[in-house]
T-cell receptor, first 119, second 111 residues
Framework: AQTVTQSQPEMSVQEAETVTLSCTYD???????LFWYKQPPSRQMILVIR??????QNATENRFSVNFQKAAKSFSLKISDSQLGDAAMYFC????????????????FGKGTKLSVKP | NAGVTQTPKFQVLKTGQSMTLQCAQD?????MSWYRQDPGMGLRLIHY???????DQGEVPNGYNVSRSTTEDFPLRLLSAAPSQTSVYFC??????????FGSGTRLTVV
């Protein structure tokens, strides 16, 4: 079965520092998508970043970047220059659909990492 | 604004009551899903649809029913509410290969 594991239930970072959230996944597919979602206290689920498995280049969105290690099935999220507004639950998610076809799967989520930002 | 509209935001039910959570999207997305979120469990898939007239079960389908008569709408029905169904429910839609756009969630309490 395809699974997503976030091994850090809680993390803490000082404002303006950098933090890395870990995510590993288990799959036999070669073509798929990976995502990081942010859920602040408002409960809204917000897409932070998206990575296509066939692309070797790591995705970047402003202060957010990923370290995608396909062979290791690892997909970590780095937040640089952390801000108070980054405090939230972060979910890693896997989509088994590929750019060139593949199964019509659904997003599979990890259990989340709660990030606190200290002023 | 384009997006996923989910209603109601809050609901309290008595055990045994039925209700429908509404979900609509105006982005012409093929895929729609319902998830429930419980503390420490992340998001778990209840039902999903890959297009109008097509639905399938997810990880935790028992006690829930769905239909997809149009591309836009994907209601979730609780047939006979139980306290174990107390949760936060999210509807979401996406295109193939894309990330989900989520509704704002429904906090449901069954007493």
């Amino acid at each position: 079965a395809q699974t997503v594991t976030q091994s850090q239930p809680e993390m803490s970072v000082q404002e303006a520092e950098t933090v890395t959230l870990s995510c590993t996944y288990d799959t036999s597919e070669s073509d798929y998508y990976l995502f990081w979602y942010k859920q602040p206290p408002s409960r809204q689920m917000i897409l932070v970043i998206r990575q296509e498995a066939y692309k070797q280049q790591n995705a970047t969105e402003n202060r957010f970047s990923v370290n995608f290690q396909k062979a290791a099935k690892s997909f970590s999220l780095k937040i640089s220059d952390s801000q108070l507004g980054d405090a939230a639950m972060y979910f890693c998610a896997y989509n088994p659909e590929g750019n060139y076809g593949g199964s019509q799967g659904n997003l599979i989520f990890g259990k989340g990492t709660k990030l606190s930002v200290k002023p | 604004n384009a997006g996923v509209t989910q209603t109601p935001k809050f609901q309290v039910l008595k055990t045994g009551q039925s209700m429908t959570l509404q979900c609509a999207q105006d982005m012409n997305h093929e895929y729609m899903s319902w998830y429930r979120q419980d503390p420490g469990m992340g998001l778990r898939l209840i039902h999903y649809s890959v297009g109008a007239g097509i639905t399938d079960q997810g990880e935790v389908p028992n006690g829930y029913n769905v239909s997809r008569s149009t591309t836009e709408d994907f209601p979730l029905r609780l047939l006979s509410a139980a306290p174990s169904q107390t949760s936060v429910y999210f509807c979401a839609s996406r295109t193939r290969g894309g990330g989900y756009t989520f509704g704002s969630g429904t906090r449901l309490t069954v007493v």
